[in-house]
Nanobody, 124 residues
């Protein structure tokens, strides 16, 4: 059974960096296409980034491209999101999610399993 746990969130000043981690403690979904999503207060959950089963395909929200990098270590059942040059508008709860699809997911509806999220606050 897939069991996703995110970590690495926190409070950071604008321009700073954080690295989020998503561990699949169930060890069954970590090699599936995986995505990071975020939800700011009063807003809908939105796609941030996704990575394929391997590491050859990735996708990013336009506003984070060049600042965020998604990666995975299948041996550790972990997917990472390195976030650099953070902005106040990046403030949100960040969720990790796994898809049973074979292609690269980019929508909330594509995902089948979700973690509980980790809070990122970027101060100006």
């Amino acid at each position: 059974q897939v069991h996703l746990v995110e970590s690495g969130g926190g409070l950071v000043q604008a321009g700073g960096s954080l690295r989020l981690s998503c561990v699949d403690f169930g060890h069954t979904g970590s090699r599936n296409p995986t995505g990071w999503f975020r939800q700011a207060p009063g807003k809908e959950r939105e796609f941030v980034s996704s990575i394929s089963r391997g590491t050859d395909s990735t996708s990013y929200l336009a506003s984070v491209k060049g600042r965020f990098t998604i990666s995975r270590d299948n041996a550790k059942n972990t997917v990472y999101l390195q976030m650099n040059s953070l902005k106040p508008e990046d403030t949100a709860v960040y969720y990790c999610a796994v898809s049973k699809r074979t292609d690269l997911p980019r929508n909330v509806e594509d995902m089948d399993y979700w973690g509980e999220g980790t809070l990122v606050i970027v101060s100006s």
